[in-house]
């Protein structure tokens, strides 16, 4: 038990935690991966006392880290059994779930949606050419005015 092996065993330790740490960055939310620095060397040259300092703060901030980025990770996902049905329930499911569509329905909706956008921009402008027509006035009608 001499001060310089128990001082060995306190800085593998707190290596041990730091390395943890830095291989556990993935889990974390995108907001506190920058506690870290750019990788786990270049934080392990610090000083070993400022080491187990920032561990003791920010270890408990990144375990929490992790369990947030999981409880998110889940949210607003529905199970795999609602995307999949048997062939008696698709209008079923249809109701429940409007994005369940085929391809060929979803392509038929953006043509049928082309098309009554064309023929809108197709009544405007005839009612545009109209208007117009109906505004301009020919030269020789108000020639007699102006002699």
């Known amino acids: 038990d001499s001060p310089a092996w128990r001082a060995e065993v306190f800085k593998d330790k707190v290596l041990r935690n730091l390395r943890r740490i830095y291989n556990q960055q993935q889990l974390y939310l995108p907001s506190d991966r920058q506690l870290l ?7 392990a040259q610090h ?4 080491i187990a300092n920032w561990i003791h703060a920010y270890d408990p901030v990144c375990r929490e880290s992790i369990k ?3 409880k998110q990770s889940i949210t607003n996902v529905n199970s795999i059994v609602s995307y999949i049905s048997s062939p008696g329930t ?4 249809l109701k429940t779930n409007p994005y369940r569509k085929t391809l060929s329905q979803r392509t038929q909706k953006v ?3 082309i098309k009554q956008r064309e023929s809108l921009l197709d009544c405007n402008n005839i009612s545009h050419r109209q208007h117009k027509n109906e505004n301009t006035t020919h030269p020789n009608i108000h020639s007699h005015i102006i002699k």
């Open 47 to 50: 000083h070993i006392h400022t």
């Open 37 to 43: 620095l750019s990788s786990y060397e270049i934080h």
């Open 111 to 113: 043509f049928t949606d």
């Open 68 to 70: 947030k980025a999981q």
């Open 90 to 93: 698709l209008s079923t499911c």
